[in-house]
């Protein structure tokens, strides 16, 4: 069970602890991250969320996002993500943060108010070589960042955060 702290409209701790379907079901404020891998030849590696996932199932998504859990920072969890999503290792020094954004996503039974702190991973992988956790994602690729931007806005299959990838391409493409 993944127990997460309330934020307030500050967007600070207010010290009250719910679990995750609790935050989600009543739409309370909550801290996520969205880290970015990226390499020299300014190519992204990307997931394809699992089918299981409650929330945009089967599409293609950043490198990793997830919760911050209670107790934890924003820098330990994109660390932590990281490794469970794709097994990419990283230490908090590699991490460079980009910027905060608040999101609602509304559907269904989900009320889903979070503010995600962006992070930039620069790294060389191969993605082949990667272990993914099939719960949370089905498929890694690095896809060119020019592409990537093209296709999130136009694609139905990816998930598109205007504001995040308005910010991210200012610094990936030229």
Known sequence: MELIEIIDKNKKPTGIIKTRD???????IHKTVHVWVVNKNKEILIQK???????????W??????????????HETAVKELFEETGIKAEISELEYITSIEKKYFHGEIKDHEIYDVFLLRKEINPLNLKFDPDEVEELKLMNAKTFFQSAIS????IYNKEEYEIMSKILLP
């Open 22 to 28: 609790e935050v989600h079901k009543k739409g309370y």
């Open 49 to 59: 969320r699992s089918k299981s996932k409650l929330t945009h199932p089967q599409m």
């Open 61 to 74: 998504d950043v490198s990793c996002a997830g919760h911050v859990t209670a107790g934890d920072t924003s």
């Open 155 to 158: 694609k139905k299959d990816f």
